[in-house]
């Protein structure tokens, strides 16, 4: 087992081949999370992050969670009270509405959304990006509008 000061090196390989993120699936993978659910999810014991149909490998942190998402997940109008999410494209594109702006972002692009601003990702494009949330409190911390 990995003492927990390990990192975990998550490539764009084992993004690209993990089950959760295949077309015709739910298109959302958590890596880090603030509260590991044991029935879908495990703490990592290996240095290098693989996908998996089973108890999908995680990182427990503090106040801070990070996920790989496409254009296959359920999106929502919403913001988080306390969380400050970074969100970056690794393939293709997104539109993104950040409090009725209109942002398109391309592969490499990053935007970051403070908390208490309202935003929706958009599925009408082809995509593979990550979101980091930070001072959150995980699920709880975030609200539908």
Same mark, same amino acid.
């Given at each position: 087992?990995?003492?927990?000061?390990?990192?975990?090196?998550?490539? @764009?390989d084992s993004?690209?081949?993990?089950?959760?993120?295949?077309?015709?699936s739910?298109g959302?993978?958590k890596?880090?999370?603030?509260?590991?659910?044991? &029935?879908?999810?495990? #703490?990592y014991s290996?240095p290098?992050? @693989?996908?998996?149909?089973?108890e999908s490998?995680?990182?427990?942190l503090e106040s801070?969670?990070?996920?790989v998402?496409? #254009?296959?997940t359920?999106q *929502?109008? =919403?913001f988080?009270k306390?969380g400050? #999410?970074?969100?970056?494209?690794? #393939?293709g594109?997104f =539109?993104? *509405?950040v409090s009725? *702006?209109l942002?398109?972002l391309t !592969?490499g &692009?990053s935007?970051?959304?403070? !908390?208490?601003?309202?935003?929706?990702?958009f599925?009408?494009?082809?995509?593979? /990006?990550?979101?980091?949330?930070v001072?959150c409190?995980?699920? /709880?911390?975030?609200? @539908?509008?």
């Amino acid at each position: 087992m990995l003492k927990k000061s390990h990192p975990l090196l998550v490539t @764009i390989d084992s993004i690209r081949r993990d089950p959760a993120l295949q077309p015709h699936s739910r298109g959302a993978r958590k890596i880090g999370v603030t509260t590991v659910y044991p &029935d879908k999810e495990k #703490e990592y014991s290996e240095p290098r992050w @693989i996908g998996s149909d089973h108890e999908s490998p995680v990182m427990l942190l503090e106040s801070t969670e990070y996920a790989v998402f496409t #254009e296959t997940t359920v999106q *929502d109008r =919403h913001f988080h009270k306390m969380g400050t #999410e970074f969100y970056t494209i690794l #393939e293709g594109e997104f =539109h993104i *509405d950040v409090s009725g *702006d209109l942002f398109q972002l391309t !592969a490499g &692009d990053s935007i970051v959304i403070p !908390a208490g601003v309202v935003h929706e990702v958009f599925r009408d494009t082809s995509f593979v /990006a990550s979101v980091i949330t930070v001072h959150c409190g995980g699920i /709880a911390d975030k609200y @539908i509008e």
